[in-house]
């Protein structure tokens, strides 16, 4: 039997499957800020407790905000990235230092 039998309508129905593309998240880049007051040793702790950064590239980092005005500790899916930086500030605000983290579009 086929689809176009005399009986039926002449019209036919055209399916047609839409190919659903999973998007990759935009990613983040968490920055740490230099400034006057934060001590190197605390900003190395935070990029090795915080960002898993090894002791090596955690003190080359930090020599780059300490050098150039700021660094990028990581780069992060949306949340990640917020919830990095949120960590950042309260660890920074607990030990009382101004350290600024800040995130940006990659």
Do not use: W
């Amino acid at each position: 039997m086929s689809v176009y039998d005399s009986d039926q309508d002449t019209e036919s129905t055209v399916l047609t499957r839409r190919k659903t593309k999973t998007r990759k998240p935009r990613m983040y880049k968490v920055i740490l800020h230099n400034d006057d007051y934060t001590t190197m040793d605390f900003v190395t702790d935070v990029l090795e407790t915080i960002f898993h950064k090894p002791p090596v590239e955690a003190t080359q980092i930090m020599l780059q905000i300490h050098r150039k005005g700021s660094g990028v500790c990581g780069v992060y899916t949306r949340d990640v990235a917020e919830s990095k930086v949120k960590q950042v500030e309260a660890r920074a605000e607990e030990a009382g230092y101004p350290l600024l983290c800040t995130m940006e579009a990659a």
